[in-house]
């Protein structure tokens, strides 16, 4: 008797090896945690339970079970059109600047709520400080320029006593200002975090969009669903990528002594050196590049310091070595 089921590796490679989306998806758990993921749910091609990638229903009912399952939230939902990010890629990113912390403090993560960390662009679905705030119980500040991608984080927290104080959601007034009208005077952020905009154009993140479908449905696609949402500001600005994280490190030479390191998501290699450029340019102290995969795709985190060793040791004394 032959068997045609296909077969696939039971750990999903690249993943970070502390993340909770490291094994297949149990659907049948994650569907007692969330009824409303059932009608989404059927066998795909491995005979296994699974979902319609190319569905933004299904992608948002399995992002929903994901957070109640794993990270102790009782209710999540968030406006339609905004855009619904796939939590274990976000996962990575927290795990890795984690380590990347570590490596600072005698290779021990700095973990508890005086750990203060900075999401820019946190967006409607309040993703990284649910994951940052159950992995290491680290407090985040959130800015948005959307008011309803604010109004959308703040319901999150307003409806999970996991996430209530330790999450702090502030308006960016001004699109063209990333830190400047957002830190404080003499407030201290031991950590900057983004996911910006990917795309120069509303053309380019269509085509992204079509392509991407294609792909999860193994066919030709031409009507733009975005599977994953995503308003204009979340998915492109003008000059896309290269010149929103330009923009974010000239601005972070201003705040220097106020963050214990920046970083951000990269997610075209072809984007290094112009980042490389304006590293050198900003004068920073150190660099550092973290590669992370989620299946075929690759990207990569870009972090950065302007402190000096003895600030650095002077920063981890006063704030994560305190008893």
Same mark, same amino acid.
């Given at each position: 008797?032959?068997?045609?089921?296909?077969?696939?590796?039971?750990?999903?490679?690249?993943?970070?090896?502390?993340?909770?989306?490291?094994?297949?998806?149990?659907?049948?758990?994650?569907?007692?945690?969330?009824?409303?993921?059932?009608?989404?749910?059927?066998?795909?091609?491995?005979?296994?339970?699974?979902?319609?990638?190319?569905?933004?229903?299904?992608?948002?009912?399995?992002?929903?079970?994901?957070?109640?399952?794993?990270? &102790?939230?009782?209710?999540?939902?968030?406006?339609?059109?905004?855009?619904?990010?796939?939590?274990?890629?976000?996962?990575?990113?927290?795990?890795?600047?984690?380590?990347?912390?570590? @490596?600072?403090?005698?290779?021990?993560?700095? @973990?508890?709520?005086?750990?203060?960390?900075?999401?820019?662009?946190?967006?409607?679905?309040?993703?990284?400080?649910?994951?940052?705030?159950?992995?290491?119980?680290?407090?985040?500040?959130?800015?948005? @320029?959307?008011?309803?991608?604010?109004?959308?984080?703040?319901?999150?927290?307003?409806?999970?006593?996991?996430?209530?104080?330790?999450?702090?959601?502030?308006? #960016?007034?001004?699109?063209?200002?990333?830190?400047?009208?957002?830190?404080?005077?003499?407030?201290?952020?031991?950590?900057?975090?983004?996911?910006?905009?990917?795309?120069?154009?509303?053309?380019?993140? #269509?085509?992204?969009?079509?392509?991407?479908?294609?792909?999860?449905?193994?066919?030709?696609?031409?009507?733009?669903?975005? &599977?994953?949402?995503?308003?204009?500001?979340?998915?492109?600005?003008?000059?896309?990528?290269?010149?929103?994280?330009? @923009?974010?490190?000239?601005?972070?030479?201003?705040?220097?002594?106020?963050?214990?390191?920046?970083?951000?998501?990269?997610?075209?290699?072809?984007?290094?050196?112009?980042?490389?450029?304006?590293?050198? #340019?900003?004068?920073?102290?150190?660099?550092?590049?973290?590669?992370?995969?989620?299946?075929?795709?690759?990207?990569?985190?870009?972090?950065?310091?302007?402190?000096?060793?003895?600030?650095?040791?002077?920063?981890?004394?006063?704030?994560?070595?305190?008893?």
């Amino acid at each position: 008797m032959v068997n045609n089921k296909k077969e696939h590796p039971a750990v999903k490679p690249k993943i970070h090896p502390r993340s909770k989306h490291l094994g297949r998806y149990d659907f049948k758990l994650f569907i007692e945690c969330n009824p409303d993921l059932a009608p989404f749910v059927r066998n795909n091609a491995y005979s296994d339970l699974s979902i319609d990638f190319s569905n933004p229903d299904a992608v948002k009912m399995l992002n929903k079970a994901l957070l109640i399952y794993y990270y &102790n939230l009782t209710d999540w939902d968030i406006p339609a059109h905004y855009l619904c990010p796939p939590i274990p890629g976000r996962a990575d990113y927290i795990h890795h600047i984690a380590d990347l912390l570590a @490596t600072y403090n005698q290779g021990k993560i700095p @973990t508890g709520q005086s750990v203060h960390c900075l999401d820019v662009g946190v967006g409607a679905s309040c993703i990284y400080p649910i994951i940052g705030i159950n992995e290491y119980g680290w407090t985040f500040t959130g800015t948005e @320029t959307d008011p309803i991608a604010l109004q959308s984080a703040d319901k999150i927290i307003q409806s999970n006593a996991v996430l209530k104080g330790k999450i702090d959601l502030r308006l #960016q007034t001004d699109p063209m200002d990333i830190f400047r009208g957002i830190i404080l005077q003499d407030e201290q952020f031991d950590l900057t975090i983004c996911n910006p905009p990917f795309h120069a154009s509303a053309a380019e993140a #269509q085509a992204g969009t079509l392509r991407k479908l294609s792909n999860l449905s193994q066919q030709r696609i031409t009507k733009p669903t975005l &599977n994953f949402g995503g308003k204009n500001s979340e998915l492109w600005c003008e000059g896309g990528e290269i010149r929103f994280v330009r @923009t974010m490190i000239r601005q972070s030479r201003k705040f220097a002594t106020s963050c214990f390191l920046f970083s951000t998501l990269i997610s075209k290699e072809s984007n290094l050196r112009a980042v490389y450029g304006a590293l050198k #340019q900003a004068e920073v102290i150190e660099v550092h590049t973290i590669e992370m995969g989620q299946g075929n795709k690759t990207s990569r985190i870009v972090a950065w310091t302007f402190l000096t060793p003895k600030q650095q040791n002077v920063w981890m004394e006063s704030r994560w070595m305190k008893k």
